[in-house]
């Protein structure tokens, strides 16, 4: 019962810090550890979440996990079922399904790039006015990344004309960084858990806070090689194109944050990027000691 | 700047061009200053079909003619809605860096892709 008990207290301290985390300012002004810290809350909710079930099935071996899994396996084999099965069947069958989930997840991204990629090669040129880039005639305000082992940066006409040089430069350096550090690959298994759990609102803002900090990083890359006037004026030209009337969507919402974390939010210090880390590392030991024994 | 993807491009350039069903020789005469061969020719003909960008029909005689499915405004159409995230779950799929349309202009992209 040790084991279920521990695992119990890391799924509700995970879902009880998942909340305040999406609302907190604080990792705007380190982004990178943010995501980090977003990495270890949802592996330590996985594993404790599919731990904490197995667990409780398992309690009458009075074994580790990985120990009495086996032997249950092969009691299960012999025919020998106790009432309890029901939880290490629930557990094993979430685990997964929150694999299928990001398989199916991942093989779709990869349907919609390819394809993506294909249309591009026929349809988008060269430019001088964007080095490494390719440009789309059209006339709204695009830029956008399409990641993969060699991603592709793509810019509308309508952005070139919209932006000055020192923006575009801007706004290439951050689709470059979204593309080198593979933040696609971030982004995955938090929208994989939206479709694992459509119906649960926090799963939802926890994907849209991590999406905040991807775009910060990235912002925060570029600004340090072209400065963070340039992208926060190419933000604006960008809003700029939105209706004036009517409510602001998470969309809005997102932009006004990056331009107040670039007009000059402080960054983080070291002492409490790294206490915000080790938090997590304890927070990730927990599951991993139970499970992988 | 023979490279497959480089004449997957003229080859749809000149298909989207004529406006009509091309048949591979005309394809051939007017990338003439490229020198390909017919079966060169032929074949990017045949891998731009396979991936869905031309249809294949037969002509007079026993020549192959090729049409482009959609037009090039229609492809960049659907890149714009693939790029905004208005086309399904596609969020994870490419990373924009501002949503930037509003929605008349999305139901105008949206019709030029349905347009066919």
């Not at chain 2, 659907?78 to 202009?105: I, K, N, V």
């Amino acid at each position: 019962m040790n084991a279920a008990l521990h695992l119990a207290a890391t799924l509700v301290l995970c879902v009880a810090a998942a909340g305040p985390l999406a609302r907190a300012r604080w990792v705007w002004r380190a982004p990178r550890t943010g995501i980090l810290l977003w990495q270890m809350l949802g592996l330590s909710w996985a594993l404790s979440a599919v731990g904490l079930l197995l667990a409780l099935g398992l309690a009458s071996y009075d074994a580790p996990v990985p120990v009495a899994l086996a032997r249950w396996a092969d009691d299960a084999v012999r025919g020998e079922v106790t009432p309890a099965a029901v939880l290490v069947v629930l557990g094993l069958l979430s685990a997964l399904d929150l694999a299928i989930g990001l398989l199916w997840t991942w093989c779709s991204v990869l349907r919609v790039r390819r394809r993506h990629r294909d249309v591009l090669a026929l349809v988008a040129r060269r430019d001088d006015a964007a080095p490494g880039a390719f440009v789309l005639d059209h006339p709204q305000v695009v830029a956008y990344c399409v990641p993969g082992a060699r991603s592709a940066v793509v810019l509308s006409s309508g952005a070139l004309t919209a932006l000055t040089r020192d923006q575009v430069d801007a706004v290439l350096g951050h689709e470059h960084a979204h593309g080198r550090e593979r933040h696609d690959l971030v982004l995955l298994p938090f929208s994989a858990l939206c479709a694992v759990l459509p119906k649960v609102r926090l799963a939802r803002s926890v994907a849209r806070a991590v999406a905040l900090l991807v775009e910060m990083r990235a912002d925060e890359s570029a600004s340090l090689r072209h400065g963070a006037q340039p992208l926060a004026a190419a933000l604006r030209r960008f809003g700029s194109t939105r209706p004036p009337e009517g409510a602001l969507g998470a969309a809005d919402v997102a932009v006004e944050a990056r331009l107040d974390r670039l007009a000059g939010l402080p960054p983080l210090p070291a002492a409490l990027r790294w206490s915000a880390l080790v938090s997590g590392l304890v927070l990730v030991s927990t599951p991993v000691s139970f499970l992988i024994w | 700047m023979n490279g497959l993807g480089e004449l997957e491009r003229a080859a749809m350039d000149v298909l989207w061009d004529r406006g009509e069903p091309v048949a591979v020789r005309d394809v051939v005469r007017a990338l003439a200053d490229r020198d390909l061969a017919y079966t060169t020719v032929m074949t990017v003909l045949n891998r731009l079909a396979k991936k869905g960008f031309v249809r294949r029909e037969a002509g007079e005689g026993r020549a192959w003619y090729y049409a482009p499915v959609a037009s090039r405004e229609q492809y960049v159409a659907r890149l714009m809605l693939d790029a905004l995230s208005l086309t399904g779950d596609r969020e994870t799929a490419l990373a924009h860096f501002a949503q930037s349309m509003t929605a008349p202009e999305a139901e105008a992209l949206s019709q030029a892709l349905d347009e066919r």
